[in-house]
């Protein structure tokens, strides 16, 4: 006889006083045996049988040990499933969340009662249905909708997003889980954008697929951070180059972005961006962009980190000022020095023909 196979004898050691571990051995043997797709009627019956003993077992360990090995289940008993479900929460918790077999009725029953625990698990289940979402979004606690916001594998409505984003704007908590959601609508991240954290913001642009503008304001404002905190140039050297290491890593590192941080004045991001995108040295990257007489290697380092031509004008424009007016502004005054560099490279560039529309629109915001 197979160590998984079940006789009467199993059900008659359940009802007698054998210990909890051994119920407990007995608890994962017939769960494995019942979830055999080959057995009998018969065998069926017999082990939901020793089910109905085991949900009234005076030892909780056992009617949890029962509970968990229940959960990968599907289509019991209601009667078991019921005792289940209205124990308590170390034996429902875990069946709740993975029992597959739960309809929406008994899951909005069970999300209108008292417990959060309960309301937690089902929060988490996989496959939630988006009525689920919207009723848990509405009706339950901020710990509930919390659970459901980290749910990736729940569905929820992009309106309803934006519901529990406007509804929780100052629970830190839900904006965090908000922004690490895989997937989260521009529509919800602008609601959102203003009050997160420079890191919660430089998730955002590493991980979610953003609009050209709100990803570089949002970088911007990350740039800005890391300046303004660190006193010390080499620190600053050192965050700056994580930063753009991070934005390369994730494929973020586009040349418009690039383009934009020389227009603004913001020399390391560039010089470091440069390096990664064109895998040359810092210390050679800074001697060819200040050689005034070697144009062309400035031109051959751009065509290596796969700049777009037509923004070299802009480019050559913006080493120029910097090299004019670097000392003019005062180091600690980025803003300042980022404006009169596009001032700069406007009055220099009348026509705009290298400029985007886009560009000259986001420049001369930035002035404004």
Do not use: W
Request: aromatic fraction near 6%; include cysteine.
């Amino acid at each position: 006889m197979s160590k998984n196979e079940l006789s009467m004898q199993d059900v008659t050691n359940l009802a007698q006083d054998v210990s909890s571990e051994s119920k407990s051995i007995i608890a994962r043997k017939v769960s494995l045996f019942y979830q055999d797709k080959n057995i009998s009627p018969q065998a069926i019956k017999l082990a939901e049988d020793i089910f109905r003993l085991m949900v009234h077992d005076a030892e909780v360990k056992v009617r949890e040990v029962l509970s968990d090995s229940l959960k990968h289940c599907s289509d019991l008993p209601e009667d078991i499933v019921s005792s289940i479900i209205n124990d308590r929460d170390s034996v429902a918790v875990p069946f709740l969340q993975y029992y597959e077999s739960l309809s929406n009725e008994d899951m909005l029953k069970i999300l209108s009662m008292p417990g959060i625990n309960r309301q937690k698990a089902i929060a988490k289940r996989s496959g939630l249905s988006a009525d689920i979402s919207d009723y848990i979004a509405d009706k339950c606690s901020g710990e509930v909708v919390g659970e459901l916001v980290s749910n990736n594998k729940a569905d929820i409505k992009e309106s309803t997003l934006n519901t529990i984003a406007v509804k929780y704007s100052e629970n830190d908590d839900i904006k965090q889980r908000l922004v690490y959601r895989s997937e989260l609508p521009v529509s919800v991240i602008e609601k959102i954008v203003d009050k997160l954290s420079y890191k919660l913001k430089t998730h955002l642009v590493l991980q979610h697929n953003l609009p050209k503008d709100l990803a570089s304001n949002l970088v911007d404002e990350v740039k800005e951070k890391i300046t303004l905190s660190i006193s010390e140039e080499y620190s600053s050297d050192n965050q700056i180059e994580e930063l753009v290491h991070q934005l390369y890593k994730a494929n973020r590192l586009t040349p418009g972005l690039v383009v934009r941080s020389i227009c603004l004045g913001d020399l390391k991001f560039f010089e470091y961006a440069l390096v990664y995108l064109s895998e040359t040295p810092i210390a050679e990257v800074r001697k060819i962009l200040f050689n005034n007489k070697a144009d062309f290697m400035i031109r051959n380092l751009l065509r290596k980190a796969f700049i777009p031509k037509n923004v070299f004008p802009a480019i050559f424009s913006a080493l120029k000022v910097i090299q004019e007016i670097r000392f003019d502004c005062a180091r600690s005054d980025r803003k300042a020095f980022g404006h009169k560099v596009i001032e700069r490279i406007l009055s220099f560039t009348q026509k705009n023909d290298e400029l985007s529309p886009d560009d000259i629109k986001y420049l001369v915001s930035k002035i404004n």
